[in-house]
């Protein structure tokens, strides 16, 4: 069953198109991958899922809802995380999981809270306002605040940007435990080869708006004959074709 | 496999819950912070103590003021009412951005109505918090008691409370819309009214041609409503009337506007990109 259906996806910001008639849908429980360039267009595809960007036409479902016109129908079931936005910098890590557990409608907060805080080692830093948190430690406070419904629907916006291998490898298995555990449907933009390799079951890969590939990432190494994602995403963005080696477009 | 960690609940009661949420995520920045409240309380201070001495000294030499002591003081809180209940709206919205937490708020199941309901709320402590000591003091410096007016004091409150959360939620729409480029409106907008608000001079006083314009405002009836009752003693209900039909206008336009802006924004899509 799939937890997105995505159909003849637009978006154009003025003159520019962002997203090109996306057609896709993500099955339950699987984890997939949005992968690009800069401006590729994952970011305004996982807006548009949320319901933060209207598209220009087409038709966005999750979890059989028309996202564009009955989104806060399921909004509680889904979450979102990105480092580029911020959970309330003066607030401490502990009165953030508060209000989204609020907002989220959390049945037993304070147990939801205790669960996150040992999952993630927050304890040392939960009484802590967010604003004094050093990269890593806001990195593990948004994404407690993301799994703080324990979401169904979980949209990631390179979750690992900016970290260093370290914690960025801890997120990554936080993330496939979180999966495996809830068996939820993860959706994640990136630009980060390693990690889609590492963690998606299947690959949009998208350039100019538009999905131009689709398969898992061994089918795609297998497609482009490439022993790794970063090749293939390279012969995608430079237009080489499929099995075309570098030498041979050059 | 889930175990329903979040409920899928409709209606007044969980409607209630976010907002009650989102006005405490907002009451804990403010009480938590003695800077934060001390400016909160600072202007609406320093305007009374101005005005009050202003007050006193005019008090000594024209008539209009021996025999309505307390006019100035009380035209002075009472904008100062407008001005903190406008923006107690509005800074409590802008912290969102200023945190780049919007994105977190609008994806949440909070709702656009709920989220100007929690602002609503959060504006009146701020308000209280801001103007309850003024008040006060001019009762200890001046002798003047606000609540001495009575009943009509509590109409003249909310309909400016009611006309500055009009002005807020048209400035936030202007944010949502254009960023934070478009902050400086949400600290002028309540000043470009002064002037045609007749909060010192009474209406009569402006020129014919800019009488409509003035009237046209809800807070032009509150302050001649002020002056009625203050130098005439007799309370006019009329005024406040009209004011809360005014008012009823404003903020629907508001709430439309700020919607509009938060529609375009979405087509824009300049949402996830609001913050510092």
Redesign the interface.
Request: hydrophobic content about 40%.
């Given at each position: 069953m799939a937890t997105i259906m995505v159909k003849d996806l637009v978006k154009h910001y003025d003159n520019v198109v962002a997203v090109n008639g996306l057609n896709f849908s993500v099955e339950s429980g699987s984890i997939t991958a949005l992968l690009g360039g800069n401006g590729a267009g994952k970011t305004t595809t996982i807006a548009m899922l949320l319901g933060l960007v209207l598209p220009t036409s087409g038709d966005v479902h999750i979890f059989g809802t028309d996202m564009i016109r009955n989104r806060y129908d399921v909004l509680h079931r889904m979450n979102f995380q990105s480092p580029y936005i911020n959970i309330p910098m003066r607030l401490t890590v502990r009165q953030n999981l508060q209000t989204f557990a609020n907002l989220y409608g959390v049945r037993d907060i304070n147990t939801r809270i205790e669960e996150l805080s040992r999952e993630f080692r927050l304890s040392e830093f939960i009484e802590r306002p967010a604003g004094q948190l050093s990269a890593g430690q806001k990195t593990r406070a948004s994404l407690a605040k993301a799994l703080i419904n324990a979401p169904e629907l979980l949209l990631l916006d390179e979750p690992t940007a900016s970290l260093d291998p370290d914690t960025a490898d801890w997120v990554r298995t936080k993330l496939e435990d979180y999966r495996r555990a809830h068996g939820a449907t993860i959706l994640l933009a990136s630009h980060n080869m390693a990690e889609v390799e590492r963690l998606a079951d299947r690959v949009l890969m998208m350039n100019r708006g538009e999905v131009v590939e689709d398969g898992t990432p061994a089918a795609l190494m297998n497609r482009y004959a490439r022993s790794n994602l970063e090749d293939v995403f390279l012969d995608i963005v430079r237009g080489r074709r499929q099995g075309a080696t570098p030498e041979a477009v050059a | 496999?889930?175990?329903?960690?979040?409920?899928?609940?409709k209606g007044a009661r969980?409607s209630r819950?976010?907002v009650?949420?989102?006005v405490?995520?907002y009451a804990?920045?403010v009480l938590g912070s003695a800077p934060r409240m001390l400016e909160l309380a600072y202007w609406p201070l320093v305007q009374m103590l101005m005005w009050g001495f202003l007050q006193t000294h005019l008090a000594g030499s024209t008539s209009l003021f021996a025999n309505a002591a307390g006019l100035l003081i009380g035209s002075v809180l009472l904008w100062d009412v407008l001005v903190r209940g406008q923006l107690g709206f509005s800074l409590s919205f802008l912290?969102?951005l200023w945190?780049?937490?919007l994105?977190?708020?609008?994806?949440?199941?909070?709702?656009p109505a709920e989220y100007v309901g929690s602002l609503m709320v959060i504006s009146l402590i701020r308000l209280l918090i801001g103007v309850l000591p003024a008040i006060f003091l001019a009762y200890i410096f001046f002798g003047f008691n606000l609540f001495s007016l009575g009943l009509p004091i509590a109409a003249f409150f909310a309909n400016l409370v009611f006309f500055a959360w009009a002005i807020g939620l048209t400035a936030n729409g202007l944010v949502v819309r254009y960023g934070l480029g478009a902050e400086s409106v949400v600290w002028l907008a309540i000043f470009s009214i002064l002037p045609f608000s007749c909060v010192y001079y009474p209406l009569s006083t402006l020129p014919a041609w800019l009488q409509p314009i003035s009237a046209a405002l809800p807070s032009t009836h509150v302050f001649e409503g002020l002056r009625a009752l203050m130098l005439d003693e007799t309370f006019e209900p009329i005024l406040m009337v009209k004011a809360f039909a005014l008012n009823v206008i404003y903020f629907s336009g508001a709430y439309l506007i700020f919607r509009h802006f938060l529609?375009v924004a979405?087509?824009?899509?300049t949402?996830?990109q609001l913050?510092e």
């Open positions: - | 496999m889930f175990s329903q960690i979040a409920i899928d609940e969980a819950r976010r009650s949420t989102m405490r995520r804990i920045l912290e969102e945190s780049r937490n994105g977190n708020i609008l994806m949440s199941p909070l709702r529609k979405r087509i824009k899509g949402l996830m913050g």
